[in-house]
């Protein structure tokens, strides 16, 4: 029986745990924190030893194979631990991966992939053809791997990339590369390899569809040979092959097939929202979807969870939530997008930002700034000039009542945090769940 160390209980690690079992390997699972209970119920249902606040009995067992979940570093003490015994190190994705026989649609980017991602696996669902989605979003591919799948949609982040060995995506979508993650890579150009990771095995027969505004994404295929077909979409210039927009139309062209589809109706606005229609509309045209059917789906999506989402207005003063914005680039969009004077929440773990971009986004549609965070000094220091009234919190009910009682009608208060959320909350969604919450309350 083969032996397998899954290090980290949360989702990738249950799900590869409960994939590992299930092909009859040996399982021991190890946190360096502490396992909730409703994880440690399954382990154990399972009968899948573990240990959690340490990694000590896991560095003393034999094993074949250790799986990684997506939050521990690659060059953290216990990965390296393991190298250097000459145990095999891989990420959850490329696990789960050996298990699948579903074609395989990757999706990544520093921003837009859950999007792009949800609207490519509501295309495909929406044509009546299955379809799973999984990944950096919901459930973990090991949930869903074994399953029959005609297609799997997966959202990769570059953490769950950094692990893979033949995993090979039919199609990739790369949606954009800004800084992000700069905490964990060691430099700029570490983080843009682990994006393209993506590629990494595909052949003549993948696809690889990408956005051509984005001058990191250009460079790279310059520089480095790729041997997917490649598929750009824009919203700055017209494409031959490809995806464009212009006079409020998306334009598909890929060999002799067309698509031309007006933007008027669709529920979700702003120029990023129009590359991720544009990029899951290529997917669809690609797997033959008929355009009605691409273009009725489109129209009825109303965006995801945590990304721009209305939750309520009150006294005339919109309250949205943004928690899924965890780097600067996302908050850039998001202020972008506002078109009424904004009290603007942002702040968490920061992850070697650089908000010297957003200040003139700042100095036009924020009126005040409320930081909440455990440290909000960088924040402070790059916009105390650009706002008249910064203010700081270390809850969310404070920063939602202290944003009512500065707003007046038209105002919109935005939750779009720039950064992390693990300072204060257990996660993103937490933190819009928490925001959400406060300010039905008010």
């Known amino acids: 029986m083969k032996k397998v160390i899954i290090l980290g209980a949360g989702e990738s690690g249950l799900g590869s745990a409960e994939l590992a079992k299930k092909n009859f390997f040996e399982v021991f699972v190890s946190d360096y924190g502490k396992i909730n209970h409703e994880a440690k119920r399954l382990l154990e249902k399972l009968n899948i030893q573990y240990e959690e606040n340490s990694h000590d009995f896991a560095m003393a067992k034999k094993t074949d194979l250790v799986i990684k979940s997506p939050g521990i570093p690659e060059d953290s003490k216990i990965i390296n631990y393991f190298k250097s015994i000459g145990i095999k190190v891989i990420s959850e994705i490329e696990f789960a991966y050996s298990f699948s026989s579903s074609i395989i649609i990757g999706v990544t980017g520093s921003n837009g992939k859950t999007t792009t ?25 090991s949930k869903v791997c074994d399953k029959f799948y005609k297609y799997s949609v997966i959202e990769l982040s570059s953490f769950q990339l950094d692990g893979i060995e ?17 905490d964990r890579y060691e430099n700029y150009k570490a983080y ?12 003549f027969n993948d696809y690889l569809i990408y956005n051509s505004d984005c001058e990191v994404i250009n ?29 409020n139309k998306i334009n598909i062209t890929i060999e002799k097939n067309k698509i031309n589809m007006p933007t008027n109706n669709f529920l979700i606005k702003g120029n990023h929202n129009i590359k991720n229609a544009m990029a899951a509309a290529t997917v669809a045209n690609l797997l033959k979807i008929r355009k009605e059917t691409i273009r009725k789906s489109l129209e009825h999506f109303q965006g ?5 989402e209305n939750v309520l207005t009150i ?14 680039n996302a908050a850039y969009y998001a202020l972008e997008s506002m078109e009424t004077p904004t009290i603007w929440i942002v702040g968490g773990i920061d992850k070697g930002n650089d908000y010297s971009e957003l200040i003139k986004l700042v100095e036009n549609k924020v009126k005040a700034i409320i930081c909440l965070g455990l440290n909000n000094m960088k924040i402070i220091h ?23 009682k500065i707003s007046s009608a038209g105002d919109t208060v935005l939750l779009s945090p720039a950064c992390a959320s693990f300072d204060l909350f257990e996660d993103f969604e937490d933190r819009g769940r928490q925001f959400k919450s406060a300010v039905r309350k008010l």
Do not use: W
Not at 224 to 243: C, D
């Open 304 to 308: 995801v969870e945590h990304r721009l």
């Open 117 to 141: 991602s949800t609207l490519i696996n509501k295309l495909i669902s929406d044509a009546n053809i299955s379809c799973s989605l999984s990944g950096n979003i919901g459930n973990s591919f």
């Open 166 to 182: 033949n995993f090979k995506p039919h199609i990739a979508v790369l949606t954009g590369i800004t800084p992000d993650h700069l």
């Open 315 to 328: 006294n005339k003063v919109s309250y949205i939530n943004d928690s899924k914005a965890t780097n600067v």
């Open 382 to 404: 790059h916009f105390e000039n650009n706002v008249e009234l910064i203010i700081e919190t270390k809850s969310m009910k404070d920063a939602v009542d202290e944003a009512y």
């Open 192 to 203: 843009i390899n682990s994006k393209f990771k993506i590629v990494k095995n595909q052949d």
């Open 219 to 247: 460079n790279y295929i310059k520089s480095n040979k790729i041997n997917s077909k490649l598929i750009p979409f824009s919203t700055n210039n017209i494409v031959n092959q490809g995806a464009y927009y212009l006079d």
